[in-house]
T-cell receptor, first 112, second 117 residues
């Protein structure tokens, strides 16, 4: 069975700092990769997704992620975080027919 | 903006009692998902519907959990009897097609926070 590992449980940054959240998965076949975000008091929403093609994908609010197949990784990045990026971030792997596995999430706190 | 509606938002129940959660997906979304999210963990898929048919319930504890989507629109998830370990957030999500496939993404509701005492 596939698994998803998010290495950082809690990240604390100051505004304008750069962000990189790690996501590694274990599955040998074709995968589709997602990052979801949950802002305080809100529901999970899609940040970005990768299906095929350019391994560098751009999402909303200046986020991007790079798929490195050889490393089974899909790390999330943002060059300069804002206080409003404070949220919980989930990496998810989808294999066939909607079968999904989510990581345990990373809580990001951005200090003003 | 269309949303996935869930009720109730919060539910406290005693162990061994029955409890039910309701979900109304975004109109036109054929696929509906129920997830369970334990504090500190990511969502875990319990059951997936395509229209009114269950396509995946491999992680659903069928001795106490049941789910239905009779007319292929809204859905109910039931637990009977509830156990202390069932305390969690129960999330409903929907997508136009099969989530995770090209062109389709899952939209999540606010969830129901269940506390079993």
């Amino acid at each position: 069975a596939q698994s998803v590992s998010q290495h950082n449980h809690h990240v604390i940054l100051s505004e304008a700092a750069s962000l990189e959240l790690g996501c590694n998965y274990s599955y040998g076949g074709t995968v589709n990769l997602f990052w979801y975000v949950q802002y305080p008091g809100q529901h999970l929403q899609l940040l970005l997704k990768y299906f095929s093609g350019d391994p560098l994908v751009k999402g909303i609010k200046g986020f991007e992620a790079e798929f490195i197949k050889s490393k089974f990784s899909f790390n999330l990045r943002k060059p300069s975080v804002q206080w409003s990026d404070t949220a919980e971030y989930f990496c998810a792997v989808y294999i066939n027919a909607g079968k999904s596995t989510f990581g345990d999430g990373t809580t990001l706190t951005v200090k003003p | 903006e269309a949303e996935v509606a869930q009720s109730p938002r919060y539910k406290i129940t005693e162990k061994s009692q029955a409890v039910a959660f309701w979900c109304d997906p975004i109109s036109g979304h054929a696929t509906l998902y129920w997830y369970r999210q334990i504090l500190g963990q990511g969502p875990e898929l319990l059951v997936q519907f395509q229209d009114e048919s269950v396509v995946d319930d491999s992680q659903l504890p069928k001795d106490r959990f049941s789910a239905e989507r009779l007319k292929g629109v809204d859905s109910t998830l039931k637990i009977q009897p509830a156990e202390l370990g069932d305390s969690a957030m129960y999330l409903c999500a929907s997508s136009v097609g099969v989530s995770g496939t090209f062109g389709s993404e899952a939209f999540f509701g606010q969830g129901t926070r269940l506390t079993v005492v």
